[in-house]
Structure formats: C-alpha cells, structure tokens
C-alpha cells in the first residue's frame, strides 16, 4: 500500500496546534510506524522542544541516564543534510550504548532521521521507527520518505512559530512569480504544467522554484511547498 500522504494539518489536531504529541501519533498511524520523536532548540530563546510517541517508563529512563548526551540517531543526524537510517549508525562507538537498553524496553531499532534546516541555521529532527526485518523497513522507508521530509518541515515550522518573536522574524520575501508557481506546484502541476499555464518556460519555472528554496531554506521542492503552507505563504493544494 502507498503510504504517501498530504501535510498532516496540526491544527486538526485535538487540543489544537500545540498538541504535538497527538500529531506525531497521527502520522505514526498514518505511515504504518510505530513512534515518533521530533527535537529542536529555538536559536532565538534557548527553549528546547522536544516531542515524542515513546512510553513514559523509556523517556525516564533515557533522559536519567542522560542518552540524549549520546545518542546517534540525534547526534549523526544533526550534522546531516540528508535523512539518517539509523542501520548506517551500527559503527559508532556509542550505538549499543543507546540500543541496548531500548531493546530492554522493546522498542524498535529500525528508524530513521529526518533533519530539518531552519530559517536561522537551526535544525530539527524528526524521527520514525518501527519493529520489522531490514527489508521490510528498506521497503516502507523508501514509500514514507517524502511524507518524513514534508511533515517534518511543516511540524518544524509549527513549533517554532508558536513563539511570537520567531513567528515575527520567520517570514522570508519570495516574489509574487515565485509564491505562484508554489501554488501551482502545491496543487500538483508539473513544472511543465506551470510553465505552459504561466506562459514561461520550465527552465524559467525551474529558476523560480530554485530561488524559493533558497529563501525558505529547504533542499526540494516538496520541502519548500511544505514550508510555504506552514509558514501561511500559499494555501495547501
């Protein structure tokens, strides 16, 4: 089954957009995973964010013995661009440190990282895990990826926002050509479609949406459309 979806709308959420933890339980029903873990530290306050599916009995035992200091699945992918699976960190020194005790509380050790640039050079990461074989993972990895990086965008720029003074400070100057062609792009049009519906070439279409990614920090096109609804620029498709 395609696990693809749209940007899950946080706002939809029971208790609003502040509910983080219902929304990371929605998608984890929605991508077939079993828990979800979402981190950042807002560059303006200082104020760590931090969201998470797991059971309360391992979030005690893992900030007690302070995992946080160690974990890779957090550390490795904080210096990434690209998302991390956590099978690629099975080499670093301090992985059965943290994956030994999560196994002693039945918890998955196939997952991955998605790390999220933001407009201030901070970054987030959303994380997804789920008990399965490493093929079976190798498969819904590659159907849930792009809903990973959109949602992880979106989710990011929710929580950073729900602070006045970044909601102020977050609002980057795209065109009125370039929140166009996002909008088109949002409602599903080829780069093509827009350049034919636009009379511009897809090269031309291309430029624009190459600019937008720039100035909304993301590295695709789905990421800056992603941004571009959570940030209120454009309406979702």
Known sequence: MNKRMDLIDLASTPDGQRDFVAHLNKLCDTLGVEHATYFAVNP?????????????????????????????TLRSAARSVAPVDWNRLTNDTNYDRVFRDA???????????????????????????????????????REIIGSLLNNAVHLHDTVMNSEPLMKTLRHPNLSSRELEILQWVAAGKSQQDVGDILSISPRT???????????????????????????GLILPG
């Open 103 to 141: 196994h002693d509380f039945g918890l998955p050790s196939q997952g991955v990282t998605v790390p999220i640039r933001g407009m201030f050079g901070e970054t987030g990461l959303l994380c997804a895990c789920t008990s399965t074989t490493a093929t079976e993972w190798a498969r819904l990895k």
């Open 44 to 72: 303006i306050s200082g104020k760590m964010h931090g969201f998470t599916t797991y059971p309360d009995e391992w979030k005690a035992h893992y900030v007690h013995h302070g995992l946080q200091q160690f974990d890779p």
């Open 205 to 231: 279409v291309e430029v624009h949406l190459r600019s937008s990614r720039e100035k909304l920090c993301t590295i695709s096109t789905a990421q800056a459309v992603g941004r571009a609804v959570s940030l």
